[in-house]
């Protein structure tokens, strides 16, 4: 049977080059980076060059950069890591309805601990206005936290404008940047950003290890507690394999980006209108500000999960979301957000195309669709009325 792989948003295959790169940190090149010896400084060299190579990909120092599990964690750390080096009286946390769960959950926990906390409504996009940010700022504010891109429905947040409206109010911007890394550019020294977070697995590198970028001069309080590494800021001996992939796969995603976001824009733009054309298909997110590679629809009178079920059957690998809540049988907090009804919502497919997709890939996708949704609306009472 065909396999086609379109749920690059969830993760993306390790490239060949990423894992020829960690091979010898798997085997013969085991030492801690932390120990005094060969075996100890040949590690912490390779972790040099990682920190090295992915600041210059982000357009920041090297010693700006943190290490850290993934994007969960990196984003924990930026949102906690603030609020507990906030001064007495400054309590008060931005974010936005639609932001991950790894935001969301962090800032609604930091809210039950008794910080003040306000989520931004968005538009039918999915989108945060400057404005928006800028009102509900106050002289408690102490963190803005607006992702980059969101990972449901692809919308691209003015970021830069929320960050200079941050800067303009002497507040912290923090960015979830996990799905932008290999589509935006980024260039940390000159863009208004304090925190920003990332993770390896969403640009083809190995899964378990990301970065917390961290601004020269912010407060940044530890949660975690126990050895001196990445500044105490993340203690623990360094996942060598992990951290020397993530410095190749960043490498290889902001090179190859200008040629990447040209082939994924092609396949986007012969996959939606052959997705609208199969009739009752409505397109989430912003139609023009939104990453090359993500297509969110609404199948309108037929269920997400029994369509993804279907086109796995014939091959086509799918989501109906983030895939941190594919075991949830609720609907998209994203879409819901953006004003979709519940029936709407749970509808949803998301395609997320990657280097490796064809527009055979598309072609072959679309009549799956357009077969396998023509025959669950005949089943579907709803439909029928």
Known sequence: MKRIYMDHGATTPMREEVLEAMLPFLGEKYGNPSSLHFFGRESLKALDVAREKTASCLGCAPEEILFT????????????????????????????????????????????????????????????????VEDAITEQTILVSIMTANNEVG????????????????????????????????????????????????????????????????????????????????????????????????????????????????????????????GDVRLNGHPEKRLPGNINVSVLFVEGESLLLHLDLKGIALSSGSACTAGSLDPSHVLLAMGLDHQTAQGSLRFTLGRDNTPEDIDYTLEAVRETAHNLRAMSPIYRK
């Open 69 to 132: 599990s993934g994007g969960t964690e990196a984003n924990n750390l930026a949102i906690i890591g603030v609020a507990k080096g906030s001064p007495p009286g400054k309590n008060h946390i931005i974010t936005s309805a639609v932001e991950h769960h790894a935001v969301l959950d962090t800032v609604k926990f930091l809210g039950k601990s008794g910080y003040d906390i306000t989520i931004l409504p968005v538009d039918e996009y999915g989108m945060v206005s400057p404005q928006q």
């Open 155 to 278: 919308t691209i947040m003015p970021f830069e404008e929320i960050g200079g409206v941050c800067r303009e109010k002497g507040v912290y911007f923090h960015t979830d940047a996990v799905q932008a890394i290999g589509h935006i550019h980024f260039n940390l020294q000159s863009q208004p950003i304090d925190f920003l977070s990332l993770s390896a697995h969403k640009f083809y590198g190995p899964k378990g290890v990301g970065v917390l970028y961290q601004r020269r001069k912010t407060k940044l309080e530890q949660i975690c507690y126990g050895g001196g590494q990445e500044r105490k800021l993340r203690p623990g001996t360094e996942n060598m394999p992990g951290i020397v992939g993530l410095g190749k796969a960043i490498e290889l995603a902001v090179a190859n980006m200008p040629a990447n976001r040209e082939k994924l824009l092609r396949l986007r733009d012969q996959l939606i209108p052959g997705l609208l054309r199969i």
